[in-house]
């Protein structure tokens, strides 16, 4: 069992930046791949980010592509969303998601374990 904590979210006018973090419990962290999702009121949870196990190259949704980055530290447990250039359409509930050994990762079905979710609101 994993459980997921982010963190990191507020209010941010568009233009800048925020980072969210999320932390996970057990010993395995390494082992998942990490996603990170939002979902606005009204609206289905969409794919943002994911970092593979393996050490692969980041994948991202098209609209935050060159303004997002996701990174992981498996020393902390720990996986980033650093969000540049924001716009009041990423306004959304943030969400961490965890699935072990997995390729690829963009689908919510993929994943096994979620975080909370953080809320990260941008003003125009």
């Known amino acids: 069992q994993v459980q997921l904590v982010e963190s990191g979210g507020g209010l941010v006018q568009a233009g800048g930046s925020l980072r969210v973090s999320c932390t996970a419990s057990?010993?395995?962290?390494?082992?998942?791949?990490m996603g990170w999702f939002r979902q606005a009121p009204g609206k289905e949870r969409e794919f943002v980010a994911a970092?593979?196990?393996?050490?692969?190259?980041?994948v991202y949704a098209n609209s935050v592509k060159g303004r997002f980055t996701i990174s992981r530290d498996n020393a902390k447990n720990t996986v980033y969303l650093q969000m540049n250039s924001l716009k009041p359409e990423d306004t959304a509930n943030y969400y961490c998601?965890?699935?072990?050994?997995?390729?690829?990762?963009?689908?919510?079905?993929?994943?096994?374990?979620w975080g909370q979710g953080t809320q990260v609101t941008v003003s125009s």
């Open positions: 970092v593979s196990w393996s050490g692969g190259s980041p």
């Open positions: 057990g010993r395995t962290f390494s082992s998942y791949t």
């Open positions: 998601a965890a699935a072990r050994y997995l390729s690829g990762g963009s689908q919510v079905r993929q994943y096994d374990y």
